[in-house]
C-alpha cells in the first residue's frame, strides 16, 4: 500500500506528544548500559532509529531508585546525574532526528534476583503476597526458576508507599531530562503486574482481593505520577494477560473484566494503553476476532497500542528458542486493523534490531529483513 494511503504514517497527537506516523520501537531490554549509566553507543543505538523514521521510540525498561528495581547491573536508571546526563544525551539526539522518545520505568518485583544469585542477601524482592504465583508454560531454565519460586515475606504498606515515590520520583527525573511522556511497564508479572493477577497477589487488605482492590497500587503509581508532571506529558501503561512464569495467566477473562482493570488506571491519568502479547492480531477473547489492543480501546475510551510479531512468523518466546524468525508478511492485516481505528499505534521489537531504518522499509514497500538472534541481540546496531 502507497505510504500516502498507509494508516501507518498518519500523525497522532497525546497530549503534547506529537508523532509523525504511527511506527512505535517497542521497549526491549538492551543491557548495554553497565553501572545503569546510557553510554554514547546507547545514543547511537537509538538515534539510529529515529533517523529512519520511527515516530516514537519507547527505551528498553529503565529501574527506578528502588533497591530491588532491578539485578541486572547493566540496565539503565533513571536516578543519578551520571545516568540523567546521559538519558539527556539520548533525548537530544532522537529529537535532533525528528523523533519522539518516552522512557519506560520498571521495577521488576517479585522476578528480582532470579536472573542471578549475586544480589544482596539482605533484601527480599517486592511481592503483593511473598510467592511467584504457579508455574505454567515458560522459557526460563531451571535456576532461574529455583531462584524466582523461592517464596518470601510479603510487601508492607511502607514498602508500597517507598514505591509509590520511587516511580513518581524516576518520572519527574524523566520530564527534567526532556522525555516527551512517561510509559510504565505493567506487564509480564513484573511488580505493577504482580498487584493485578490474582496467582500473585492474595492480599486481603485494601491492596487485594477482588479486581478493583488489585488495580488499586498500579492506579496509586499513575495517580501519583500524573499529580507531580501535571497534565502535559502523555503517561502510556503496558499490561499483558500472560506472566513470564506462565504464559497461560489472564488477570481477564472477559471483556468486563478488563474494563474493570484498565478504567481505574485510564482514570488515574493513563493516556495509552501498551497491550502486550505474542502476535499483535491475536483475538483476545472468544466470540470476537478483536485483539487485545482493541478491546482496551473499546472498554476505555483511551488510544491503544498493539505489539507483536509484525513481519516475523515466530513469536519472541519461538524466536529465542530457534534461534531466528523467517519473514511473513503481515503488515496488509496491520494496516486494516489500524485503518478501522481498532488501535491507534503499533510497536515493533524484533524488526527493529534488524533494520534501523524499518519505517523507511515500510514506507518503501521495500522486502522485510529477517530476523537473526545472533546477530541482532548481539551488539547495539
Known amino acids: 500500500m502507497p505510504d500516502?494511503?498507509?494508516?501507518?504514517?498518519?500523525?497522532?497527537?497525546?497530549?503534547?506528544?506529537?508523532?509523525?506516523?504511527?511506527?512505535?520501537m517497542s521497549p526491549m531490554t538492551r543491557s548495554h548500559s553497565p553501572g545503569g549509566v546510557p553510554g554514547p553507543d546507547v545514543v547511537e543505538y537509538y538515534r539510529r532509529r529515529a533517523a529512519g523514521g520511527t515516530a516514537l521510540i519507547l527505551?528498553?525498561?529503565?529501574?527506578?531508585?528502588?533497591?530491588?528495581?532491578?539485578?541486572?547491573?547493566?540496565?539503565?536508571?533513571?536516578?543519578?546525574?551520571?545516568?540523567?546526563?546521559?538519558?539527556?544525551?539520548?533525548?537530544?539526539?532522537?529529537?535532533?532526528?525528528?523523533?519522539?522518545?518516552?522512557?519506560?520505568?520498571?521495577?521488576?518485583?517479585?522476578?528480582w534476583g532470579a536472573m542471578t544469585a549475586d544480589v544482596d542477601p539482605d533484601l527480599v524482592p517486592m511481592r503483593p503476597s511473598g510467592v511467584w504465583g504457579e508455574l505454567g508454560v515458560t522459557s526460563y531454565g531451571e535456576d532461574?526458576?529455583?531462584?524466582?519460586?523461592?517464596?518470601?515475606?510479603?510487601?508492607?504498606?511502607?514498602?508500597?508507599?517507598?514505591?509509590v515515590a520511587a516511580y513518581t520520583d524516576a518520572a519527574a527525573a524523566a520530564a527534567r531530562v526532556g522525555f516527551d511522556g512517561i510509559a510504565l511497564h505493567g506487564g509480564h508479572g513484573y511488580l505493577l503486574d504482580a498487584f493485578l493477577w490474582e496467582g500473585t497477589n492474595l492480599r486481603d487488605d485494601e491492596w487485594g482481593?477482588?479486581?478493583?482492590?488489585?488495580?488499586?497500587?498500579?492506579?496509586?503509581?499513575?495517580?501519583?505520577?500524573?499529580?507531580?508532571?501535571?497534565?502535559?506529558?502523555?503517561?502510556?501503561?503496558?499490561?499483558?494477560?500472560?506472566?513470564?512464569?506462565?504464559?497461560?495467566?489472564?488477570?481477564?477473562h472477559t471483556p468486563d473484566e478488563l474494563k474493570a482493570v484498565l478504567t481505574p488506571l485510564k482514570e488515574a491519568g493513563v493516556d495509552?494503553?501498551?497491550?502486550?502479547?505474542?502476535?499483535?492480531?491475536?483475538?483476545?477473547?472468544?466470540?470476537?476476532?478483536?485483539?487485545?489492543?482493541g478491546w482496551a480501546k473499546k472498554v476505555t475510551g483511551a488510544h491503544s497500542m498493539a505489539v507483536g510479531s509484525v513481519g516475523i512468523a515466530t513469536t519472541l518466546r519461538e524466536s529465542r528458542l530457534q534461534?531466528?524468525?523467517?519473514?511473513?508478511?503481515?503488515?496488509?492485516?496491520?494496516?486494516?486493523?489500524?485503518?478501522?481505528?481498532?488501535f491507534d499505534l503499533i510497536a515493533i521489537g524484533r524488526l527493529h534490531l534488524a533494520d534501523p531504518s524499518l519505517?523507511?522499509?515500510l514506507r518503501n514497500g521495500a522486502e522485510l529483513p529477517e530476523f537473526d538472534r545472533a546477530v541482532h541481540e548481539a551488539a547495539l546496531i
Do not use: C
Open 144 to 163: 532461574y526458576i529455583s531462584r524466582a519460586s523461592a517464596p518470601t515475606r510479603a510487601m508492607t504498606v511502607e514498602d508500597i508507599e517507598q514505591v
Open 272 to 293: 495509552v494503553f501498551d497491550a502486550s502479547i505474542r502476535r499483535f492480531d491475536m483475538p483476545a477473547f472468544e466470540g470476537s476476532d478483536l485483539t487485545l489492543a
Open 323 to 342: 534461534g531466528s524468525a523467517p519473514v511473513r508478511n503481515n503488515v496488509p492485516e496491520l494496516e486494516r486493523r489500524l485503518g478501522d481505528d481498532e
Open 359 to 361: 519505517a523507511t522499509t
Open 209 to 252: 482481593g477482588d479486581l478493583e482492590r488489585r488495580t488499586r497500587f498500579p492506579a496509586a503509581v499513575v495517580a501519583a505520577i500524573r499529580a507531580r508532571i501535571g497534565d502535559d506529558l502523555p503517561i502510556f501503561y503496558r499490561f499483558s494477560q500472560h506472566k513470564q512464569q506462565n504464559y497461560e495467566a489472564r488477570i481477564a
Open 4 to 24: 500516502t494511503e498507509s494508516p501507518l504514517f498518519r500523525p497522532l497527537t497525546v497530549r503534547s506528544l506529537e508523532l509523525r506516523n504511527r511506527i512505535v
Open 59 to 111: 527505551t528498553e525498561g529503565v529501574a527506578i531508585d528502588h533497591p530491588t528495581a532491578v539485578d541486572n547491573p547493566r540496565v539503565p536508571h533513571m536516578h543519578g546525574e551520571e545516568a540523567l546526563d546521559g538519558w539527556r544525551r539520548v533525548v537530544d539526539a532522537v529529537h535532533a532526528e525528528g523523533g519522539r522518545i518516552v522512557p519506560q520505568l520498571w521495577h521488576v518485583g517479585p522476578l
